[in-house]
């Protein structure tokens, strides 16, 4: 079995430095016989859900099951060429578990909090000189519904593509009502942990240390055992 997992920093190891110990290692531990390939990517939106699925094709083939950590909204993806579809990241393995490196080549992320960022403003220079008219349209977009309309279409054609049978979702803060999720999603971290994510947080965007990555787990291993 093939498993793919996307999300964002909050599914991955470079924020805690907690390499082997995320909830998508402890899946590949827990399921030897499957290939897990881990492409959650800090600052990632749900936007590149499906591209970062498809580089997973390119390189490896065949997905049969996929988990999908919804991240926070307004972030946008921007793709600079179409080689980032194969060449997105390097990666790695230990084993089963394989693992993209945080060295994203071919994209542009952009938050909230990048766009302020005078390291990433100046990067952005070297790309596109000084054409900074697109960093005002962001900061316009975060105003529009189109963020969760962008996340809306990742939801649809992953599960019309993959099957929802094959599919997980959850997000790791509690949705605001402005999508429809379908009966394949089974919460929120947020919710489920409620203020017991106090113990868990490394900082205060609630990112998990390695006990917390364990219970989340946890949480998640009923509906992968039931469907999977």
Known sequence: ???????????????????????????????????????????AGNDSC?????????NFGPIDKIIVQLTLPYRSTIV??????????PWSHKENYYYGSDNIKGLILLTQGQAKNAQFLSRWKQQFGGHTLALDY??????????????????????????????????????????????????SVQEHFGVGMEK????????FNKDGHKAV????????????
Not at 2 to 24: E, Q, R, V
Request: proline share 3%; net charge neutral.
């Open 1 to 43: 079995m093939n498993l793919a997992i996307i999300g964002c920093s909050y599914s991955n190891f470079w924020d805690g430095k907690i390499f082997g110990h995320t909830y998508p290692k402890l899946i590949a531990d827990d399921y030897p016989d499957a290939n897990v390939y881990d492409a959650s990517i800090g600052g």
């Open 50 to 58: 499906y591209l970062r699925l498809r580089n997973i094709e390119k």
């Open 80 to 89: 600079l060429t179409k080689k980032a579809i194969k060449s997105l990241m």
């Open 138 to 187: 962001y900061k316009a977009w975060t105003t529009t519904y189109d963020s969760h309309w962008q996340t809306q279409k990742e939801i649809d054609l992953i599960n019309s593509k993959y099957g929802e049978e094959n599919v997980l979702f959850f997000s790791w803060v509690k949705e605001d009502g402005m999508v429809n999720l379908p009966e394949n999603y089974i919460g």
């Open 200 to 207: 868990y947080k490394i900082d205060n965007a609630y990112h």
């Open 217 to 228: 787990y946890e949480w998640l291993k009923p509906h992968i055992t039931k469907n999977w």
